[in-house]
């Protein structure tokens, strides 16, 4: 495995909460109660830019 090349799967969305049958995986969370499920992100969201972005320099551009 090269680590480079993205999964895609079947699962919801981490987002948008729907349920998508390409979504890119994110990872895989394991819970200590029950089976772990697939974080997955739909192509929809995965082409939105981030919720929380953080501007590369300190500039006000207003
Ligand atoms: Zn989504």
Known sequence: MTGTTPEYGAG??????RTTVA???LGHVDQSSGPGYTVIL?????????KSRVRPYGRALA
């Open 42 to 50: 739909c192509p929809n969201c995965d082409l939105k830019p981030p």
């Open 23 to 25: 979504g890119r995986i």
């Open 12 to 17: 919801f969305c981490c987002d948008c909460g």
